[in-house]
Nanobody, 125 residues
Framework: VQLQASGGGLVQPGGSLMLSCAVSGRTFNYRMGWFRQAPGKERELVAA????????HYADSVKGRFTISRDNAKNTVYLQMHSLKLEDAAVYYCAADPTVSPHTLALVATDYDYWGQGTLVTVSS
């Protein structure tokens, strides 16, 4: 299973970016998440989504600004980020966890079996 994250870049405070994560390889149902890690900080969960896409979870710091979504036909999960702040700058990682349940979320890093390579988001004026 391979996860390919893309969409990172340089954006000014208040700007927007959309990250994508394409899953390839073994076909399975995956619950998905986006994590981020800034220099000197621990990796943290940003958002998670069930395999069905019906339930989502967000870190308090991004609620109302970020939206996680998925297109199972394309095996792709997205993270739409608006109103970016300086503190959103980090390497963003997507992660996948095979599941038999369409309605459960994975909320900790140890839940996830597969990780993408990360995409850098820089927020700077």
């Amino acid at each position: 299973v391979q996860l390919q994250a893309s969409g990172g870049g340089l954006v000014q405070p208040g700007g927007s970016l959309m990250l994508s994560c394409a899953v390839s390889g073994r076909t399975f149902n995956y619950r998905m998440g986006w994590f981020r890690q800034a220099p000197g900080k621990e990796r943290e969960l940003v958002a998670a989504i069930t395999w069905s896409g019906h339930s989502t979870h967000y870190a308090d710091s991004v609620k109302g600004r970020f939206t996680i979504s998925r297109d199972n036909a394309k095996n792709t999960v997205y993270l739409q980020m608006h109103s970016l702040k300086l503190e959103d700058a980090a390497v963003y990682y997507c992660a996948a966890d095979p599941t038999v349940s369409p309605h459960t979320l994975a909320l900790v890093a140890t839940d996830y079996d597969y990780w993408g390579q990360g995409t850098l988001v820089t927020v700077s004026s």
